[in-house]
């Protein structure tokens, strides 16, 4: 039964436990294995494990190679999510050995998480440490612009502690290295404020989970938030710095075709965490990439990117770096590990191959998006209204969202809330409500629930995926497959508590 189950796993306390039957190692020892060719040690308490194996088959296998020879407590310390039976049983079948006993050493270093900022409690937490929570979605879509103390948070890494006072951000390319502080950024170039979604890569995860288990966070829909950035513009800035690329972009004569972003934020071997983008689109006088130091009309949070972050409106949230301190002119894409082994457009038939993974084309702007927060009853119970969000990356608009209560043989055309701007250059969300006879929706239910779905079409006539499986891939990104939600019969809402509709901006 389920509680024999739960007695079987592995406990924290026996990872890494002497085994007497197994022979002893130096570090010394240990260290000198630290390649595919030598075989690839690392130890845990007092525990050493070759990882070999396990390395060539992971996407993250470079990652990890950043323990080899040595102790990987540091690492574990650092993303909390490998705490858990799974992975400590998958360590424990590669053990090998133990550490001599005078050598054994319980890592015991300070909790890198220690100064990281308070946080909402309404959050959806899915890891603790690096901090990883969404939106819920009955809080999601009530305002066009998402409270800062509500935009969901992905951090990859402890957040550092910067002072504005103390900040400086380096720029460098052309064989020229300039630095400013952000009272210098102010005055360099023109400052723009902007809405615009942020939207992680993963959003919406869950739903791959359904058709096959992937690698990740099982992010619901809450993983997006549409706020307001001020900053100033990027492009006059490299305008400012280096006065002949403006030219050579132009005339696609330029010898750099894309702009890293490297942060403050470093894991255990010294690594930041760091991103690129095309330099078409940092120059493009109409692609709004900000040095943004604001977030709605305050001074940017935290865990948003204080006192400095890249916006990259249109694109993934992987490529608008928080805490900035160094921007770079590049020939070639980033090498760091976010760009080149992760959030990259994976095929439902992609394998855990490192070297496919690698050359796989790395994601840059969003595809269309739609997804239903809330439904509830209106006008004495005789009106379902449905409410949700829908986004297209690249500065496309939203042309239409579609609802169904009939699984997709009929749709509906809801209203829409947007904010107006120029073609190309809607970066910010729409926000729509549905409202339909609550006799036509009733008439579908199934066992005391209504499945009704939602579909975005964008202004280049984009849509979405009939389904999650035609998308799905072994990390569980870019999902923008139609959404769907069972809606409770007798309370007309998605998780059987009646919603009373208020606190919505209305059209």
Same mark, same amino acid.
């Given at each position: 039964?389920?509680?024999?189950?739960?007695?079987?796993?592995?406990?924290?306390?026996?990872?890494?436990?002497?085994?007497?039957?197994?022979?002893?190692?130096?570090?010394?020892?240990?260290?000198?294995?630290?390649?595919?060719?030598?075989?690839?040690?690392?130890?845990?308490?007092?525990?050493?494990?070759?990882?070999?194996?396990?390395?060539?088959?992971?996407?993250? &296998?470079?990652?990890?190679?950043?323990?080899? &020879?040595?102790?990987?407590?540091?690492?574990?310390?650092?993303?909390?999510?490998?705490?858990?039976?799974?992975?400590?049983?998958?360590?424990?079948?590669?053990?090998?050995?133990?550490?001599?006993?005078?050598?054994?050493?319980?890592?015991?270093?300070?909790?890198?998480?220690?100064?990281?900022?308070?946080?909402?409690?309404?959050?959806?937490?899915? !890891?603790?440490?690096?901090?990883?929570?969404?939106?819920?979605?009955?809080?999601?879509?009530?305002?066009?612009?998402?409270?800062?103390?509500?935009?969901?948070?992905?951090?990859?890494?402890?957040?550092?502690?910067?002072?504005?006072?103390?900040?400086?951000?380096?720029?460098?390319?052309?064989?020229? !290295?300039?630095?400013?502080?952000?009272?210098?950024?102010?005055?360099?170039?023109?400052?723009?404020?902007?809405?615009?979604?942020?939207?992680?890569?993963?959003?919406?995860?869950?739903?791959?989970?359904?058709?096959?288990?992937?690698?990740?966070?099982?992010?619901?829909?809450?993983?997006?938030?549409?706020?307001?950035?001020?900053?100033?513009?990027?492009?006059?800035?490299?305008?400012?710095?280096?006065?002949?690329? !403006?030219?050579?972009?132009?005339?696609?004569?330029?010898?750099?075709?894309?702009?890293?972003?490297?942060?403050?934020?470093?894991?255990?071997?010294?690594?930041?965490?760091?991103?690129?983008?095309?330099?078409?689109?940092?120059?493009?006088?109409?692609?709004?990439?900000?040095?943004?130091?604001?977030?709605?009309?305050?001074?940017?949070?935290?865990?948003?990117?204080?006192?400095?972050?890249?916006?990259?409106?249109?694109?993934? +949230?992987?490529?608008?770096?928080?805490?900035?301190?160094?921007?770079?002119?590049?020939?070639?894409?980033?090498?760091?590990?976010?760009?080149?082994?992760?959030?990259?457009?994976?095929?439902?038939?992609?394998?855990?191959?490192?070297?496919?993974?690698?050359?796989?084309?790395?994601?840059?702007?969003?595809?269309?998006?739609?997804?239903?927060?809330?439904?509830?009853?209106?006008?004495?119970?005789?009106?379902?209204?449905?409410?949700?969000?829908?986004?297209? +990356?690249?500065?496309?608009?939203?042309?239409?969202?579609?609802?169904?209560?009939?699984?997709?043989?009929?749709?509906?055309?809801?209203?829409?809330?947007?904010?107006?701007?120029?073609?190309?250059?809607?970066?910010?969300?729409?926000?729509?409500?549905?409202?339909?006879?609550?006799?036509?929706?009733?008439?579908?239910?199934?066992?005391?629930? !209504?499945?009704?779905?939602?579909?975005?079409?964008?202004?280049?006539?984009?849509?979405?995926?009939?389904?999650?499986?035609?998308?799905?891939?072994?990390? &569980?990104?870019?999902?923008?497959?139609?959404?769907?939600?069972?809606?409770?019969?007798?309370?007309?809402?998605?998780?059987?508590?009646?919603?009373?509709?208020?606190?919505?901006?209305?059209?």
């Amino acid at each position: 039964d389920d509680d024999d189950d739960e007695d079987d796993l592995i406990k924290n306390e026996d990872v890494g436990k002497i085994d007497p039957e197994l022979p002893f190692y130096s570090k010394s020892q240990i260290v000198q294995h630290k390649s595919i060719e030598k075989g690839i040690w690392v130890y845990y308490r007092n525990g050493v494990y070759d990882v070999t194996v396990f390395v060539e088959a992971h996407p993250g &296998g470079e990652k990890i190679l950043e323990a080899a &020879g040595s102790d990987i407590a540091p690492f574990w310390r650092l993303y909390a999510q490998h705490q858990v039976p799974f992975v400590w049983e998958t360590l424990e079948a590669m053990r090998i050995g133990n550490i001599r006993r005078s050598e054994a050493e319980l890592a015991v270093g300070s909790d890198p998480f220690a100064n990281d900022p308070h946080r909402d409690d309404r959050f959806v937490t899915h !890891v603790e440490k690096p901090f990883n929570a969404e939106t819920h979605p009955s809080l999601l879509a009530n305002t066009y612009i998402t409270p800062n103390n509500l935009h969901y948070i992905r951090n990859h890494l402890p957040v550092p502690n910067i002072h504005e006072d103390h900040f400086t951000l380096t720029i460098s390319g052309d064989g020229a !290295v300039h630095m400013f502080t952000i009272d210098e950024l102010k005055k360099i170039g023109r400052t723009r404020t902007i809405h615009a979604v942020m939207q992680c890569a993963g959003n919406r995860r869950k739903d791959m989970n359904n058709v096959a288990i992937v690698k990740g966070t099982p992010w619901n829909i809450g993983a997006i938030g549409n706020a307001t950035y001020k900053g100033v513009l990027l492009s006059d800035v490299i305008k400012h710095c280096f006065s002949n690329i !403006v030219q050579e972009v132009e005339d696609d004569n330029c010898g750099y075709h894309h702009v890293e972003f490297e942060g403050h934020d470093v894991g255990p071997s010294g690594e930041p965490y760091k991103a690129s983008v095309p330099i078409t689109k940092v120059m493009d006088p109409m692609g709004d990439v900000l040095l943004a130091w604001e977030m709605n009309g305050e001074p940017l949070p935290r865990d948003h990117g204080y006192p400095l972050r890249a916006i990259i409106p249109g694109h993934i +949230g992987a490529r608008s770096v928080k805490w900035l301190r160094t921007i770079r002119l590049l020939e070639c894409e980033s090498d760091g590990f976010f760009q080149q082994h992760d959030y990259k457009l994976l095929s439902p038939s992609t394998t855990p191959n490192k070297e496919v993974i690698h050359a796989s084309t790395s994601m840059q702007e969003s595809g269309v998006q739609s997804a239903i927060c809330r439904t509830w009853c209106e006008n004495n119970s005789t009106t379902i209204a449905i409410r949700g969000y829908a986004f297209s +990356g690249g500065g496309r608009t939203i042309d239409r969202v579609e609802v169904s209560c009939d699984n997709g043989e009929n749709w509906e055309k809801a209203s829409l809330i947007s904010n107006s701007t120029s073609f190309g250059r809607q970066w910010g969300w729409s926000l729509f409500t549905a409202r339909l006879p609550r006799e036509q929706v009733m008439k579908h239910a199934t066992k005391g629930k !209504v499945k009704i779905m939602c579909r975005a079409v964008d202004d280049a006539g984009n849509t979405q995926p009939s389904e999650a499986k035609d998308v799905w891939n072994l990390r &569980g990104l870019a999902n923008n497959s139609m959404h769907f939600v069972h809606m409770d019969e007798k309370t007309a809402s998605i998780n059987g508590v009646a919603d009373n509709g208020e606190n919505n901006d209305e059209e």
